[in-house]
């Protein structure tokens, strides 16, 4: 496997016993170490080493967010020139309804938009809204946008390594 | 939900301290004690109101590699070509959504190789051809959702 050296054995075994959430208990990170057979020093230094260098974002807790009355979940995107793509991305990243925010490349001609914004909100309307926004502060540098509404969610388990489900 | 949930979801959304007993001072400041609050944190889960509990790894600077794919599935072979693309361990999330592209997944490989791989076992199991949508550059990732 290609990459098998950029990720070492002790790294690669935390990763995969704690893909799937991190263990239901008072002393999580104790758990953890009985099952991996190290202490629990070397489980807590391993993993503020990987928050350290942002291999780990954080450890926490991700909210289903139709469950919080978050139903509108809408990616906006937009066709920007090039070269204000990163001053634009830039922003609409700041906004406070928008969760992620990239540049990707154009699939044309039936893909032009390269500017992607993640919103939400209780309804509809309020992502609509927020859209508004969004191109109120874009202006003239857009040239044409789309918003597409999440329907359902088909899957949801974030990275598992190893083939583990 | 209830108070207790709004406190734990929304607290917990910003992270969790790296110590012995981590959900101590949590207790503390909600009056109950350590377990009321694992055992909150578990129902949640089976109750799907929270979706995951735990380190939150980014698979690029782990030395993988992360990709937006979309495709656009027939609606009569819509659920089919779903579970193709959810069978793959690769497949981190999928959404179906409104627009002639459909379902939009993101792929998380541990090498930029394997993502290619794992479109063309998807493009040759659905019949659909899969589009990239890999970051090139990112802006502020991170909302906190008021319980």
Not at chain 1, 30 to 45: H, I, K, M, N, R
Not at chain 1, 128 to 153: C, N, P
Not at chain 2, 80 to 102: C, D, F, M, S, W
Request: with cysteine; glycine share 8%.
């Amino acid at each position: 496997m290609e990459c098998t050296s950029e990720i070492d054995g002790g790294t690669r075994r935390l990763v995969t016993a704690t893909q799937g959430g991190l263990p239901l208990c008072v002393r999580p990170y104790a758990a953890l170490a009985e099952q991996l057979g190290v202490s629990q020093d070397e489980v807590l230094a391993r993993l503020s080493d990987m928050i350290g260098d942002g291999r780990i974002r954080r450890i926490a807790a991700v909210p289903n967010h139709y469950a919080l009355g978050f139903r509108a979940n809408g990616m906006s995107v937009w066709d920007v020139a090039d070269e204000d793509a990163s001053s634009c991305g830039r922003e609409v990243g700041e906004l406070p309804f928008v969760s992620h925010c990239y540049l990707r490349p154009r699939h044309l001609p039936h893909w032009p938009y390269n500017l992607f914004a993640m919103v939400h909100g209780h309804c509809r309307e309020e992502v609509e809204a927020q859209v508004e926004r969004i191109s109120g502060i874009l202006g003239g540098r857009q040239r044409a946008h789309d918003v597409l509404y999440s329907k359902r969610i088909l899957k949801k388990t974030g990275m598992r390594l190893n083939g583990g489900t | 939900m209830d108070e207790f949930d709004r406190r734990i979801i929304n607290t917990l959304q910003g992270g969790l301290p790296l110590c012995e007993q981590p959900f101590a001072s949590l207790a503390r400041e909600l009056g109950t004690d350590e377990q009321q609050i694992v055992a909150r944190i578990s129902k949640l889960l089976d109750d799907n109101v929270l979706t995951r509990f735990g380190p939150l790894y980014d698979a690029e600077r782990l030395g993988g590699a992360l990709t937006l794919c979309a495709l656009s599935a027939p609606p009569e072979e819509f659920e089919e070509i779903a579970g193709k693309v959810n069978a793959h361990p690769e497949t981190a999330h999928n959404y179906e959504r409104e627009h002639a592209l459909n379902m939009w997944f993101v792929l998380a490989t541990e090498s930029r190789g394997r993502i290619d791989e794992v479109v063309t076992e998807i493009e040759s199991e659905t019949g659909c051809r899969v589009f990239q949508f890999p970051k090139q550059e990112e802006f502020f990732v991170g909302l906190k959702l008021d319980a």
